[in-house]
């Protein structure tokens, strides 16, 4: 079975400084890696995703993440953060053995910025 | 693009009826829609995967005679929550993934339900 540890519930940085939301999973194969945002009453959002390939991938609104086998973790980093930053953000996983596309998800951390 | 609607966003019913959620796809198709259950500072547990004109798939431990799916239509999945008691009370969300698109799931914003 698969899981996702989200280290820290809640973040806060200050605006304009380094964001990192730390991600570690659990898996017996390598697994899909997804990170999603989810801004107040609205749906997650996918931020970006590693399948295959390219262990760093770039996302939207300036996130990226970098998976790394050795340390099972798939932490996202953004160099500079915006106040519209704020918001939930959600690590997943899935098996790509199966091709059911089922995600596994962390308990979320909940970003702050401080102006 | 690639929006998903819930309906309603959110309803307080009685303890012994059903609620129906509607989960709608609004410009594009998606055979394929997940459902998941969230409780208060928890992660999203999936319930089930629902096929377009095929009977959902669900989780170990979610009881389908509880929580009926219905996927009738390539851009409708409808949940059920059947003789709904208090500790069905939760956020539902749902996600349906784009035909021809992998790995990618679009999310609803969510269903709140209280069951009084």
């Known amino acids: 079975a698969q899981s996702v540890t989200q280290l820290g519930s809640h973040v806060s940085v200050s605006e304009g400084a380094l964001v990192l939301l730390r991600c570690n999973y659990s898996?017996?194969?390598?697994?899909?890696l997804f990170w999603y945002v989810q801004y107040p009453n609205q749906g997650l959002q996918l931020l970006l995703k590693?399948?295959?390939?390219?262990?760093l991938v770039k996302g939207i609104n300036g996130f990226e993440a970098e998976f790394k086998k050795s340390e099972t973790s798939f932490h996202l980093t953004k160099p500079s953060a915006h106040m519209s930053d704020a918001a939930e953000y959600f690590c997943?996983?899935?098996?790509?053995?199966?091709?059911?596309?089922?995600?596994?998800f962390g308990t979320g951390t909940r970003l702050t910025i401080i102006p | 693009g690639a929006v998903v609607s819930q309906h309603p966003s959110w309803v307080i019913c009685k303890s012994g009826t059903s609620v129906k959620i509607e989960c709608r796809s609004l410009?594009?198709?998606?055979?394929?829609m997940f459902w998941y259950r969230q409780f208060p500072k928890q992660s999203l547990m999936l319930m089930a995967t629902?096929?377009?004109?095929?009977?959902?798939?669900?989780e170990q431990g979610v009881e389908k005679d509880k929580f009926l799916i219905n996927h009738a239509s390539l851009t409708l999945s409808t949940l059920t929550v059947t003789s709904a008691h208090p500790e069905d009370s939760s956020f539902y969300i749902c996600?349906?993934?784009?035909?021809?698109?992998?790995?990618?799931?679009?999310f609803g914003p969510g269903t709140r339900l209280t069951v009084t």
């Open positions: 996600s349906a993934r784009r035909d021809r698109v992998i790995y990618e799931q679009y």
């Open positions: 898996s017996s194969v390598p697994p899909y």
């Open positions: 590693y399948t295959t390939g390219a262990t």
């Open positions: 997943a996983v899935s098996d790509p053995r199966f091709g059911n596309e089922k995600l596994t």
């Open positions: 410009d594009f198709q998606a055979t394929t």
């Open positions: 629902s096929n377009e004109g095929s009977k959902a798939t669900y």
